[in-house]
Nanobody, 121 residues
Framework: QVQLVESGGGLVQPGGAMRLSCVASGSIFMIYTMGWYRQAPGEKRELVAAITRDGNTNYADSVKGRFTISRNNAKNTMFLQMNTLKPEDTAVYYC???????????????WGEGTQVTVSS
């Protein structure tokens, strides 16, 4: 069994900053690519940023230069530093990870339950 748990969401004013964390736990052998997705009301879930195990990153155009994704492989954690937040960044942010469990021969995608980020004055 694998769990992903996000933390760090909340209410922030436009122009402010926030840091999200995601911790993976359970019977983990290896975590490959990890990513942050978000879903605003009435919208499709979209990729915000992703990071490979060796640190290669990619970002949605809407967040480039404002958000930074990082991870700590030793602690099975991932972070999203969000700066210069805008009202349009308001969404539920989800952690996603491709994980191989110890007892299985293939990896699978796992999702956290999400954390709400609201950018409003």
């Amino acid at each position: 069994q694998v769990q992903l748990v996000e933390s760090g969401g909340g209410l922030v004013q436009p122009g402010g900053a926030m840091r999200l964390s995601c911790v993976a736990s359970g019977s983990i052998f290896m975590i490959y690519t990890m990513g942050w997705y978000r879903q605003a009301p009435g919208e499709k879930r979209e990729l915000v940023a992703a990071i490979t195990r060796d640190g290669n990153t990619n970002y949605a155009d809407s967040v480039k230069g404002r958000f930074t994704i990082s991870r700590n492989n030793a602690k099975n954690t991932m972070f999203l530093q969000m700066n210069t937040l805008k009202p349009e960044d308001t969404a539920v942010y989800y952690c996603n990870a491709n994980i191989k469990q110890r007892q299985l021969s293939i990896s699978s995608n796992y999702w956290g339950e999400g954390t709400q980020v609201t950018v409003s004055s």
